[in-house]
């Protein structure tokens, strides 16, 4: 029975545990492990901010130039074409120029002059008629711009490739016009560029 005992005493005192170097390297490394976590989620908390503003300044950005694009796709011809300022001759459904919407969805559009100018750090929109006479609310359609003296631009163009969206030629009306709008970065110095553009669907008909 001793004998059985003094066996089996032996065979514990046999087996491997961890050695005070070994738990003392264990401990390093999960602190090294938790310390990476901790400072990658600071990180990212800090971050999520300037991400939010980022998204929300492309949004903002990307829903003003749909609205620009889609009033250029049924224009019918381009009247002045400046880097900072476009006015166009476009199909919109009102009963009258810069008045209401028209209340009967089967009514012919009429034809309105379009006029986007740009200055400071916003663009304004006004809709008026054909010979500039009569004219609607001048409203804010784009806003904390960071170019406006170089928003739109044209083709056929000025550029040594005239099939580049660049300045208009004096001796030919522009089909495309382009929209270039740099907005402030969040993340840091520089601005944003959200680019769109669109040719007249209409331009090939009567003015």
Known sequence: MIAAVRRRMAGAESEAGLTLIEMLVAMMM????VAASTAM???????????????????????????????????????TATPSEVSFLASVRRASCGGGALANPTAEAIKCRITFRCSAASCTRTESSR?????GTTTTALSGVGNPQSLFCFVP??????????????????????????????????????SDGATLRTSTLSS
């Open 30 to 33: 999960s602190v090294i492990i």
């Open 157 to 194: 163009s000025s550029e040594p490739d005239p099939v580049e969206c660049g300045p208009a030629q004096a001796e030919k009306t522009p089909t495309y016009i382009g929209v270039n709008l740099e907005v402030p970065n969040p993340e840091g110095p520089g601005l944003l560029t959200i």
């Open 131 to 135: 010979d500039g006479l009569v004219s």
């Open 41 to 79: 989620l600071i990180s990212s908390v800090k971050d999520q901010p300037a991400l939010s503003r980022k998204a929300q300044d492309v949004t903002t950005a990307r829903w003003q130039l749909e609205r620009i694009v889609r009033e250029v796709r049924n224009g019918v011809k381009v009247e």
